[in-house]
């Protein structure tokens, strides 16, 4: 039996509430093509619960997200949470996938997953992260919420 705080239950709850999280983002947003990357989104997330559970390397997903990163586009600056309650949900969502892939490195650390397949998986939820906040600052649009981070160290 499996404890209930083992770092495995811990790393697929993580994942369910970042699906669940884009599975209601993407029922509010008007935009199909947001809402087909958000459907992609899901569907690489539940690939990396499969890839720990079966312990097989999800290369051929991490791949086809370079597609969702092109269609995001590359934002710049820091951009701070709250623009929607859309953009605040994949904020909680990111959140989610980057603790899984800190409880992924705990997991590989105890010998519980081949070290390669570990680093296909935390690439993969890297990329999932970055597609998340490119979403974000999609939703949010040009300049709304992004800051100059040194602006923020001193004090404007």
């Known amino acids: 039996m499996v404890p209930k705080n083992s770092e495995v239950l811990e790393y697929y709850g993580a994942l369910e509430e970042a699906e669940a999280l884009l599975a209601r983002v993407k029922l509010r947003v008007p935009d199909p093509q947001l809402r087909s990357i958000l459907h ?14 079966a312990g097989k390397a999800p290369a051929a997903v991490t791949a086809r997200l370079g597609e969702v990163l092109e269609a995001l586009g ?39 997953i081949d070290p390669g397949v570990a680093e296909q998986i935390s690439a993969l939820l890297a990329t999932v992260a970055n597609a998340l ?5 999609r939703l949010c649009g040009p300049g709304a919420g992004f800051t100059d981070s040194t602006r923020l160290l001193d004090g404007d």
Not at 42 to 49: I, S
Not at 105 to 111: C, L, P, R
């Open 133 to 137: 906040f490119r979403a974000r600052a």
């Open 74 to 112: 590359e934002p710049t600056g820091w951009l701070l949470a709250g623009c929607s309650e859309e953009e605040a949900d994949l904020a909680l969502a990111a959140a989610q996938v980057r603790k899984a892939d800190r409880l992924l490195a705990a997991i590989a650390a105890k010998g519980l």
């Open 40 to 53: 992609r989104l899901q569907e690489a997330v539940r690939a990396a619960t499969a890839a720990l559970a």
